[in-house]
Structures are given as C-alpha cells and as structure tokens.
C-alpha cells in the first residue's frame, strides 16, 4: 500500500510539474488528472489532506511536503478499502498510459523501487 501511495503523489508531482511547463513534451497524460480529482474529492472535509495535496501541487519539489501527502494518502486507503482500489487502479491506468510500463513509477518515486507482484528473498541477504 506505501508503494501505491508513494506511485500516487510521484504521479501527482508529474502533473504538478507538467502543469507549471517543467516538463514540456511529456503532456497527453489524462489518467493523473482523474487521480488528482479523486484523491480531492476524497479529502473533501479533511483539512490536513486537502491542504497536503494542494501544497503537493503547489511545490511538486518539496520533498516533505510529498512525504507528508504520501503519509495521509496511506492512512485514507487503510481506511477505506474501496478508495485503496480505486487509487491502484487510477495509478495503472496512468502507468499504462505513459506507454513505459512499471519503470515509470520508479524514476517518478526516485528513492523507492515499486513491484506490483510478490517479491520473495531466500538465503542469506546482506545490505550495506
């Protein structure tokens, strides 16, 4: 669920950007209208979200503020199962639209790696 609302505000941050003409030549991406549509009506009465998701637009650089959006996002879709489902599949769609597949979602989120199927590790793993 992180990995979605991490993909969620990442595609946020993507209209926010090609709104402001940050990104020109990347537009005819019409799924992350609707997605910024449905999380507002979501947050309609939640002040802390909607002024989270109105910063988001606002200053699409700001990291906090996105950690923040991502943070409130979660906790929405915990909540309600049926927003959860309605957000992963506004997400694809908008994946899928960019014609590039799941990578898309990891350069948008930089830091994090997003995998829409089970991912299993056996062994002896180290991370450094």
Same mark, same amino acid.
């Given at each position: 669920m992180t990995a979605v609302a991490a993909a969620s505000v990442a595609l946020v941050v993507k209209g926010a950007l090609e709104a402001a003409g940050q990104e020109a030549g990347h537009s005819g991406w019409g799924g992350g209208a609707r997605l910024v549509q449905r999380l507002r009506a979501r947050f309609r009465g939640d002040p802390d979200a909607e002024h989270a998701l109105d910063r988001v637009t606002q200053a699409p650089d700001d990291e906090p503020t996105r950690q923040e959006l991502? @943070?409130?996002? /979660? /906790?929405?879709? +915990? @909540?309600? !199962? =049926?927003?959860? $489902?309605?957000? @992963? !599949? +506004? &997400?694809?769609?908008? &994946? =899928? =639209? $960019? %014609?590039? %597949? =799941?990578? &898309?979602?990891? &350069? +948008?989120?930089?830091?994090?790696?997003?995998?829409n199927e089970k991912v299993e590790v056996q062994g002896d793993w180290n991370v450094s």
């Amino acid at each position: 669920m992180t990995a979605v609302a991490a993909a969620s505000v990442a595609l946020v941050v993507k209209g926010a950007l090609e709104a402001a003409g940050q990104e020109a030549g990347h537009s005819g991406w019409g799924g992350g209208a609707r997605l910024v549509q449905r999380l507002r009506a979501r947050f309609r009465g939640d002040p802390d979200a909607e002024h989270a998701l109105d910063r988001v637009t606002q200053a699409p650089d700001d990291e906090p503020t996105r950690q923040e959006l991502e @943070r409130i996002l /979660a /906790a929405h879709m +915990l @909540r309600d !199962r =049926a927003f959860e $489902t309605d957000v @992963r !599949r +506004l &997400v694809d769609e908008a &994946v =899928a =639209a $960019t %014609g590039h %597949g =799941a990578q &898309v979602s990891a &350069v +948008l989120i930089k830091n994090a790696q997003v995998f829409n199927e089970k991912v299993e590790v056996q062994g002896d793993w180290n991370v450094s």
